[in-house]
């Protein structure tokens, strides 16, 4: 069963880190572009970064400098590591992918998001 599981949200303070993940099964998750996406309350859905098959990564400009994207493979995982975290990364964040090899903005397959509050 093909599936991508979200899991590390939880309540930080501001300046705070957090380490999402992004497990895959029934596939393999290193031949595919893995993103991450975020919802905000009352705000569409924006994407966050984006790992290719090939490793080549991306991040949108709010984010740079302070998200990393990661996978290991012999865990069929995918990271997004969050630090200086700020109110305004709110948000419910998604894993999902393009069934392709490199970063697109054509999602197929969404995970069911994991819920990160940042608040003092």
């Known amino acids: 069963q093909v599936q991508l599981v979200e899991s590390g949200g939880g309540l930080v303070q501001p300046g705070g880190s957090l380490r999402l993940s992004c497990a895959a099964s029934?596939?393999?998750?290193?031949?595919?572009?893995i993103a991450w996406f975020r919802q905000a309350p009352g705000k569409e859905r924006e994407g966050v970064s984006c790992?290719?098959?090939?490793?080549?990564?991306y991040y949108t400009d709010s984010v740079k400098g302070r998200f990393i994207i990661s996978r290991d493979s012999a865990k069929n995982t995918v990271y997004l590591q969050m630090n200086s975290l700020k109110p305004e990364d709110t948000a419910v964040y998604y894993c999902?992918?393009?069934?392709?090899?490199?970063?697109?903005?054509?999602?197929?397959?969404w995970g069911k998001g994991t819920l990160v509050t940042v608040s003092s």
């Open positions: 999902a992918t393009d069934w392709a090899g490199e970063c697109t903005p054509a999602m197929d397959y």
């Open positions: 029934g596939f393999t998750l290193d031949w595919y572009a």
């Open positions: 790992i290719s098959s090939s490793s080549s990564t």
